[in-house]
């Protein structure tokens, strides 16, 4: 018997409902929404940091510098797909650079990048995601490159 059978209730749709408030979290600026998500231990890779991200307070550590540079950031989520314990989640994220993004200071332009989450749940929670934005398109658009 599944879960699913035994409870009436599919787990991995439950995790849906998280990963959408997560992002609406977020979106408000609200870093602690990670807790509910994230296993305390998580491991978070991200494209362009040559070393993963480990433990979800210093995965909201690296969220809150994301605020500080682009305040008023909005992620949408394009398609969220959940497979066993794995959810995939391409995402669409719009702002303006308006704080400093490690060395380079606020620019006040526009930006709009997509990028794909792979996370694998144990126990109801992340434990590893892999991420993957386009990197070189945010620099381009902030006047990096």
């Not at 807790?35 to 991200?46: N, S």
């Not at 510098?65 to 314990?85: C, K, N, Q, R, S």
């Not at 990048?113 to 126990?123: A, N, T």
Request: charged share 20%; aromatic share 8%; hydrophobic share 45%.
């Amino acid at each position: 018997m599944t879960l699913t059978e035994a409870t009436g209730r599919n787990p991995m749709t439950d995790i849906a409902g998280r990963m959408r408030s997560y992002v609406d979290g977020i979106n408000r600026g609200d870093v602690s929404a990670a807790d509910a998500v994230f296993a305390r231990d998580c491991v978070v890779h991200i494209t362009g940091r040559p070393e993963p991200i480990v433990g979800v307070d210093a995965y909201k550590e690296f969220a809150a510098g994301i605020l500080i540079a682009f305040p008023d950031v909005h992620f949408t989520i394009e398609e969220l797909l959940t497979i066993d314990d794995i959810v995939v989640m391409r995402w669409r994220a719009r702002a303006t650079h308006a704080g400093p993004f490690g060395p380079v200071p606020p620019r006040g332009k526009p930006v709009s990048i997509i990028g794909l989450i792979v996370d694998h749940f144990v126990d109801g929670k992340v434990s590893v995601r892999w991420e993957q934005y386009d990197q070189s398109l945010l620099l381009q658009q902030i006047g990096v490159q």
